[in-house]
Antibody, heavy 119, light 110 residues
Framework: QVQLVQSGAEVQTPGASVKVACKAS????????MHWVRQAPGQRLQWMGW????????RYSQMFQGRLTITRDTSATTIYMELSGLRSEDTAVYYC????????????WGQGSLVTVSS | QSVLTQPPSASGTPGQRVAISCSGS????????VYWYRQLPGTAPKLLIY???QRPSGVPDRFSGSKSGTLATLAISGLRSEDEAEYYC???????????FGGGTKLAVL
């Protein structure tokens, strides 16, 4: 079965960077697009960007342009989300989510990784 | 990035039918598919409805989706206590070139 297992919680100081991992298993890694979605405490879901694991192509939300990098390691079947220039407003749970084809976005989700930005 | 509008709360009694709205614009709901997700506290969202009105396998037919113009609706019939959750709509936005989510609707089963 499809499993997306994310790395653990992180505490970072303002201005630092954070890198969150999402290891996929149970399917052919390169077949489906993967997204990063975040949720600040008590807030709505916010799409950050996606990657095509097959060719590495990415698209980012304009809200994170210049601060966000999504990469993949096909040998490790893992995608990564790196966010730089952290500020307190970046405190959130970060989720990876996998599509199924073009009709079912965010079909499978990781368990979430809490990133806390605090001095 | 608050382009999809949902009521913050909804409620019903067991067995009732409840409808949750999601209002957007021509650049998202009006021209793109709408998706619905359910999120229980402390857990990841779960896909409930895709392409406006389709249910993934395992989702009961008590859940249905519809869309008219720039308004989408999630209906839950035969309400159960386990339906208490936060419900989010989502759509691609052609103007923003981004996926956008509604603010979420917290459903209470009284």
């Amino acid at each position: 079965q499809v499993q997306l297992v994310q790395s653990g919680a992180e505490v970072q100081t303002p201005g630092a960077s954070v890198k969150v991992a999402c290891k996929a298993s149970g399917y052919t890694f390169t077949t489906y697009s993967m997204h990063w979605v975040r949720q600040a405490p008590g807030q709505r879901l916010q799409w950050m960007g996606w990657i095509n694991p097959g060719n590495g192509n990415t698209r980012y939300s304009q809200m994170f342009q210049g601060r966000l990098t999504i990469t993949r390691d096909t040998s490790a079947t893992t995608i990564y989300m790196e966010l730089s220039g952290l500020r307190s407003e970046d405190t959130a749970v970060y989720y990876c989510a996998r599509d199924t084809g073009n009709t079912m976005p965010f079909h499978h989700w990781g368990q979430g990784s809490l990133v806390t930005v605090s001095s | 990035q608050s382009v999809l509008t949902q009521p913050p709360s909804a409620s019903g009694t067991p067995g009732q039918r409840v409808a949750i709205s999601c209002s957007g614009s021509v650049s998202n709901v009006g021209s793109k598919y709408v998706y619905w997700y359910r999120q229980l506290p402390g857990t990841a969202p779960k896909l409930l409805i895709y392409t406006n009105n389709q249910r993934p396998s395992g989702v009961p037919d008590r859940f249905s989706g519809s869309k008219s113009g720039t308004l989408a609706t999630l209906a839950i019939s035969g309400l159960r206590s386990e339906d208490e959750a936060e419900y989010y709509c989502a759509a691609w936005d052609d103007s923003l070139r981004a996926w956008v989510f509604g603010g979420g609707t917290k459903l209470a089963v009284l």
